[in-house]
């Protein structure tokens, strides 16, 4: 089974196996995209409302690797879908595949080229330059806003 992100209704993505989403994807949606999401679910894609433990595991998952300031909700709720399903996501958003790496869910990429690694991001202050490995929204030293930092640059 195949999880897709809203990526794969806007760039027409297509596989002749059994597919899935959540309901926050058809949100995301206009014209063209939205029509293709709902003729698949009209063909029978499947629908997945993911356990509320399930997306709290993902949250905490993206939060150790840093990822979770850079993923939507509807983004987290794709993830806790694949994960429950046992399915392969399909996307291209480099912070989910980035969480579902961690998970060991695997993805399959559509119009760009995927992560070659998966990282743990660390966080820097824009006024001290303090390194931290867990986001807040300011420095707890000087109070300044952090920035998420390449752990292979520090």
């Given at each position: 089974?195949?999880?897709?992100?809203?990526?794969?209704?806007?760039?027409?993505?297509?596989?002749?196996?059994?597919?899935?989403?959540?309901?926050?994807?058809?949100?995301?949606?206009?014209?063209?995209?939205?029509?293709?999401?709902?003729?698949?679910?009209?063909?029978?894609?499947?629908?997945?409302?993911?356990?509320?433990?399930?997306?709290?595991?993902?949250?905490?998952?993206?939060?150790?690797?840093?990822?979770?300031?850079?993923?939507?909700?509807?983004?987290?709720?794709?993830?806790?879908?694949?994960?429950?399903?046992?399915?392969?996501?399909?996307?291209?958003d480099y912070a989910m595949q980035?969480?579902?790496?961690?998970?060991?869910?695997?993805?399959?990429?559509?119009?760009?080229?995927?992560?070659?690694?998966?990282?743990?991001?660390?966080?820097?202050?824009?006024?001290?330059?303090?390194?931290?490995?867990?986001?807040?929204?300011?420095?707890?030293?000087?109070?300044?806003?952090?920035?998420?930092?390449?752990?292979?640059?520090?």
């Amino acid at each position: 089974m195949y999880v897709l992100d809203a990526s794969a209704f806007i760039n027409e993505y297509h596989t002749d196996e059994r597919t899935a989403t959540v309901p926050m994807v058809r949100e995301e949606l206009e014209a063209e995209s939205a029509y293709r999401y709902d003729a698949m679910e009209g063909s029978g894609m499947y629908v997945h409302i993911p356990e509320d433990e399930t997306v709290d595991r993902i949250r905490r998952a993206a939060g150790d690797t840093g990822d979770l300031g850079e993923l939507s909700e509807t983004d987290v709720r794709l993830l806790a879908a694949s994960f429950e399903l046992d399915a392969r996501l399909v996307t291209d958003d480099y912070a989910m595949q980035n969480v579902a790496e961690k998970l060991e869910v695997a993805v399959e990429v559509i119009d760009r080229d995927g992560i070659t690694e998966q990282r743990d991001w660390l966080f820097q202050c824009a006024g001290c330059g303090r390194e931290f490995e867990d986001d807040h929204d300011r420095c707890p030293v000087c109070g300044s806003p952090l920035s998420r930092k390449n752990p292979s640059n520090a």
